[in-house]
């Protein structure tokens, strides 16, 4: 007598990743700055944290700015350091309302003491909600998160055989959150581009073309059904039923 498999349970989706790109190509296309894209890419951001929010989703971590985006030009770097006070000062109030907790996962010792003041602030005054927790990694490298996990770990006491993947990760910029169970990429482009190297293990992939001030919350439900549709492994085999 066969029996019918029984019916995978839905992958639930605790931590969502993104690569937010497409800014300065967004303005391009308008004529406009490369500026006005990152400025559009914030108000994109804002909308997706309350979508998330209502998806039951617990952890979002964003890539705001890569320790390689130095590289850019002057004034574009120059701006968005500004833009992260602008936005802070505009949106801050309504994200501590919601129940947002904010953590700035990156290298502060660079950035200048106006935004290492902005970042504090923002954390401060969220520290205690307990709804969404966003991390927005700026200037942050997965690199340069593991080698400060290493020396953190060195410098904590830890001999060699100490070293884990399990002791390591709590000294990772992300000590705070599950690995991400999906990375959204939006602008195209189909690489992880140093972007949280050892918390992506087996974190599932979607890459959309959408350039990221035109992400919605259609384009959002698109990839949770994709992400909702597949089976997660972890390096096992797939059941029988499933061949």
């Given at each position: ?55 039951g989703?617990?952890?979002?971590t ?14 574009e ?27 700035i996962?990156?290298d ?14 923002a ?13 927005v ?13 290493c ?22 910029a992300?000590v ?21 190297l ?8 979607v ?37």
């Amino acid at each position: 007598m066969s029996t019918s498999p029984k019916p995978t349970p839905p992958l639930v989706l605790r931590h969502l990743a993104i690569v937010m790109d497409g800014n300065g190509r967004w303005a391009q296309k308008r004529h406009l700055p490369r500026f006005f894209g990152h400025k559009a890419g914030v108000d994109t951001l804002v909308k997706l944290i309350d979508a998330c929010r209502a998806r039951g989703i617990e952890h979002l971590t964003v890539y705001a700015f890569s320790s390689e985006n130095w590289r850019r030009p002057e004034d574009e770097v120059s701006g968005l350091m500004g833009l992260v006070i602008v936005a802070v000062t505009k949106y801050l109030t309504k994200l501590a309302r919601d129940g947002v907790r904010i953590v700035i996962i990156g290298d502060r010792e660079t950035v200048s003491d106006r935004l290492k003041r902005a970042w504090n602030e923002a954390e401060e005054l969220t520290r205690n909600n307990v709804g969404l927790t966003l991390s927005v990694a700026f200037n942050y490298g997965g690199r340069w998160d593991i080698v400060r996990a290493c020396q953190r770990a060195v410098a904590a006491g830890l001999r060699p055989e100490q070293i884990t993947e399990e002791s390591l990760s709590r000294y990772l910029a992300t000590v705070h959150a599950p690995d991400p169970d999906l990375l959204i990429r939006t602008g195209g482009e189909m690489r992880i581009s140093n972007f949280l190297l050892w918390q992506l293990a087996y974190t599932e992939m979607v890459f959309s073309d959408c350039l990221w001030p035109d992400f919605n919350e259609a384009a959002l439900d698109a990839a949770i059904a994709s992400f909702a549709g597949r089976e997660r492994r972890f390096g096992d085999v797939a059941p029988v039923s499933a061949r």
